[in-house]
């Protein structure tokens, strides 16, 4: 079987998950479409594929699948749509700002009994799966701490910033999901500390680029998360989890691995420039995941509920920062009491 | 000038100093006293040294020095005794478990107008000063954040942690003392979170043996702190500083670093087994600076008062984790309104 | 304009180079021939092509270039051939594992003007490149001495090494071109010493399966070279450059970069298996380089003399091993004397 | 029993032994002889010890044991008279530059029964001897191959190169006997290539300053070699062993392990200056070591017949680069025929 796609949205995302698609032989991507129609006329050109609209892709019978790479905003309404129109959906992150929003979503799709899966694309990085493996394996024994470093190379525009949602729901929305995938136990507290270091027009919009977070579960275990819109010396991405038995990381990566020496030492070139070098494979393995779901009719994961969790664990970390105390999750949403969230994975 | 040294505890960390102090062409050890007769007397062996009494210690106008390696609740006692007596005084950490007692004591130090040096021996560490440059010379712009991993090998017994004020006191005074010295700001925030993974009788002792910290300053600065009683691996003592124009790390360090290739991968050895033989070159080049304040009568540093706020940043940590709040340190004490803090570094 | 291929051969090289070709935007893999029909039928299946015939291609005007993967004795007849044809040739190495039989060819070659690249595939690896560029940019300023550490994860089976002309010609053949490609000099003696320390097989064959070599240049730069049939821990790759401002060097490649810590130590994963895992871009870079010059008319790099040249290199080790002395290329071919042998690099 | 010292030479080798002795608790320095007056009273204050002559200590009965830094070309007349007045010796390599010179002098020391044991720092280092500990342990199997490269950071003076009996008696005498350590085998042949490329003046005084070397057994292993009187990044100094189950090495050294990362990559700072600083741990482990034999009355090791052999190896690679040819070491002595060379270790 071929899986037919189409793709929404034909900005820096959507190139990422066409190029992915047309690189796997499972797949054939068919359509694109974006409010800009150079956009989707560049992308269309690039990977040979036609262009088309919102209601034309909806009303094809002979497309499969949907990958939705539109402004967040709009995210909700199309997955709610696609899934009625019996299209499998891969959503980039988050499905909206706003949990209430999330939840009513969530039901259509469960109503419908459709696929839907959320881009967390760290969870497919073969390193980062590599580690997860040594931990089901259990190598390290059981997990008593995770440490998550993730910094951007450079603060967005501002205006990217003001429709973000914040850092926490934009940026730190991907640490949380990789604190659970790695801690296997939800998180139970969020403590939070923010501030305004690297640009201070971020901070006149409202927002933060600096970020320390410990999170807590039931059992005591803890994760600490450190974000920064700045690295000078390029995307650092790097987790360690310590258990019982051991410990166990994953390293940057960086483009090219030689080192020159000279009178003032030893230098190795900068990491990956951003996400788009940094999860090249991630990206393959991501899309390849949900079209083996989507062939298998198997739920798809990371679900439309771990996206939720996650939007759950900004808004708490947001509260967390302004109240400067720990926030139980419970305080956000009261999702984390079904306990059917681990089972998709 | 050659400085003489008395030794007043003959314990596991008074081996270090008298070997330091042994090593130092600048200093002779003259004397130890022990409340139990075969562990001076065994040191005194090793060393060379005369075996005495703190009474005639104290009477013996020929020494220059003490050592204070004996237990935590008569360090306060022994500072006042021999800062009266003329010495200058080394003592080890902490002055004591109580922010009252220790600001009395520094007072009567002040009034002596004595040299007291307390034993935070990590600021010695040629890595951890290497690190210490790159910040003073500019390399990495404005520090941002502090991350700090400080792991024990393996919990001490519960003996041992009835009497040590509890990790935060023992263990974490060091990452906090560390923080200061990377940050170069104060602390102005504590929010800790502990909880007990690596052995049950900690826990039933009252005391943690896993610990995540957030430090914050005024101006928006982070540290966090990662600690456990547990690393399998050996003692895990990892810093790194990000700021405006780049980061600097230390890494772990072994005693050999070999590298072995099969089938199973790359393997080298494990980390340092501990602070004796990890911290070598520290204990040495601290003597060396104590030494150095003697013989000039300049300030040591670190100073007591460097002593008092890293206690009372422990103070805070245990009071945040039992209100799941961040802590201002001038909850604690006011000591860091007195601005003369940074004046001996 | 898009580069229309052929390829001969569908074996294990066949498949590298039918992926690299595909996943390639300007170009499209039109047909495959094989003397094994299955092996054809499969790798037409994976790669969407035709199956056809070494006569039909040769006849077919709309086929722009042809790969050939076949066995090595029939290289250059089908290098002779397709150049007559008219089609650009890619051709893996070596031309022939006779020199004289590859000047015939190269001189047919040179007669039509055709378009001949030979596979050295390591120039192309990035991390290679790479320290190309350094010495390019003159980062580590005049190269000195090189040093190649290349070894194979196991032996092949006798079965294979006796076809394969011999490990200089078959292994060493790929770090003799490397040598070349980093000193920025031709080679004017071969030193070698070779034993049979692996398999007692390859022995009992004719053949060695462990290689020490000293390569000089006329301005008395060394090169030397390490191989081996047998790397427990992997596919063993490495080079470093040392020059008189500094040095550069790329390390060895592995799938994934986690690391392990226990009570055994620091523990990384094994290397890449072999090279179709470790030069997966090398291939792609190198088929990509190959369509840039048949879509451009320039000449082709690694050209047939580049071929030429490291054939006479393995002849002088082979030589060298004999003879227990330094052998002078000269006394194997007068190619050297050709200057024109840099020029399309 | 404290073994009691003299020291022949005060300078700078002299100066790195006075330390070991001195931090020795086995071991007291009591005398120090230079045939400058001024280098013997520095090291005398230095080190607390007292001035004498060659002829004092050669009477004083009080003194076990002789450590020769004289001039080479005082060597051997100091070892025969040394041992034949009953002190231990421990002499810098070489023995003498004349192999025969050298024989006839281990004749005296054998004739007398003496304990000789020769300066071969490097078998010491902690980092080879774990090396050493896995090849005994068998983790790596039978060795196949050793790759050992070892540059200076700088060219010697030219005077001092003039005395120095060449770059293969001077510098790579190490290597050859690190081989040989490693190896566990004698050495049957030795091919050399040196050529000048960091100092026009070290040619214009008849040496070398860059070479490589291939070193082979009867049983068909080989060492390489890799030697320049030049880098730019400190002292390198590396070691790798490859065997039938695996491979292990040893990894430069630096004084501190700092990485500082920005918009240029990361940089660790350069390696240890020279072997002074280096192989620190190394001189106190030979000078224990060699006090141990002094005080068990047993052979110490590495031997006068390893200081031969080594010259031997240095003499035959002078040959190989002569002659260009693998030189047999049989062609420059006989000793390999002994085969109580190993007993020792």
Excluded: W
């Excluded at 006149?204 to 970020?211: F, Q």
């Amino acid at each position: 079987m071929t899986v037919r796609f189409a793709l929404l949205g034909a900005g820096r995302i959507g190139k990422v998950h066409a190029k992915a698609i047309s690189a796997n032989a499972s797949a054939t991507l068919v359509v694109v479409a974006d409010a800009f129609p150079k956009a989707a006329a560049d992308l269309a050109a690039a990977y040979g594929c036609a262009i088309s609209t919102i209601d034309a892709i909806e009303a094809d019978k002979s497309i499969d699948a949907v990958v939705i790479c539109t402004p967040t905003d709009t995210h909700a309404d199309l997955i709610e749509r696609f899934t009625k129109a019996g299209k499998a959906i891969f959503c980039e992150k988050p499905i909206d700002l706003d949990v209430e929003r999330v939840k009513a979503c969530l039901k259509v799709v469960d109503s419908v009994g459709g696929t839907l899966m959320v881009g967390f694309n760290r969870r497919f990085d073969p390193h980062f799966m590599a580690v997860r493996d040594v931990i089901a394996n259990g190598e390290i024994g059981d997990v008593e701490m995770v440490q998550i470093t993730s910094r951007d190379p450079g603060a967005p525009p501002v205006d990217y910033i003001k429709r973000s949602g914040g850092i926490f729901r934009d940026m730190t929305i991907h640490d949380f999901d990789m604190a659970r995938f790695l801690l296997g136990e939800e998180i139970d507290t969020v403590t939070a500390y923010a501030s305004n270091l690297v640009d201070p027009a971020i901070g006149a919009a409202g927002d933060y680029d600096s970020v320390s977070v410990i999170l807590t579960t039931a059992t005591g275990k803890h994760a600490t998360i450190s974000n920064s819109r700045r690295a000078t010396y390029g995307y650092d991405q790097r987790i360690e989890v310590h258990g019982s038995k051991g410990a166990v990381s994953a390293e940057n990566q960086r483009p090219v691995s030689i080192e020159v020496a000279n009178a003032k030492g030893y230098t190795r070139p900068p990491l990956h420039d951003f996400f788009m070098t940094r999860y090249t494979e991630a990206y393959a393995n991501e899309i390849r995941t949900f079209i083996e779901a989507v062939e298998a009719k198997t739920p798809a994961s990371p679900s439309g509920l771990d996206g939720l969790i996650a939007l759950a664990l900004a808004d708490a970390a947001v509260k967390s920062v302004k109240e400067k105390r720990a926030v139980p999750v419970s305080e956000i949403t009261g999702v984390l009491a079904d306990k059917s969230v681990f089972q998709g994975r």
